[in-house]
């Protein structure tokens, strides 16, 4: 999962389509969060995501010291708006691959689990969700600029496979067989 995290003065998102009948959606003071949902993704890499958001320290205090506040401790909204674009790949030519992309009736539950558990954690008042599946128009004005990119740590990476050759030296004065010269696999 991967987040980009701006602290913002106000955002605001709208459907672009002219006919569409959606509000805005908008907050002052607080963070646009743009999340990104990869395939592999599960309830651990949404639980860390969540906490780790909502841990930031990215606000000043009263007292003008910098770094010092929480979203929750500033009293701040947030805006979190899916966005798969984020786990692009961008290697190999020029258009972008989105293969390592959780498929949208997979990753709209998982969304709204991240937007649920902000709430849960923080207040469900505070927070605002973009439109799913749905091309917007996004504004904002930063307060910064400040912008933290999150990728969840991988709770089951693949196993790593080693081969190991191990050759056998034969005694002093015994002759090399050819079978047992030849690398055995450990």
Known sequence: MRAVVQRVFHASIRPRAADSVDEPRSISAGLLIFLGIHRTDQSADLEWMVKKILGLRLFDAEDGSEWKLTVKEAGAEILCISQYTLL???????????H???PGAE????YEKVLTQLGKLYAPDKIQKGF????T???????????IT??????????????????????TGDAVSSSSSSPKEV
Do not use: H, Q, W, Y
């Open 88 to 98: 692009a790949i961008t290697s190999k030519g020029s258009k972008p691959d989105f």
């Open 100 to 102: 390592e992309c959780m």
């Open 107 to 110: 990753s709209e539950p998982m």
């Open 132 to 135: 799913f599946g749905v091309t």
């Open 137 to 147: 128009r996004i504004s904002c004005e930063m307060n910064g600029p400040v912008t």
């Open 150 to 171: 999150l990728d969840s740590p991988k709770k089951n990476p693949a196993p790593v496979t080693t081969k190991v050759a191990v050759v056998e030296k034969p005694a």
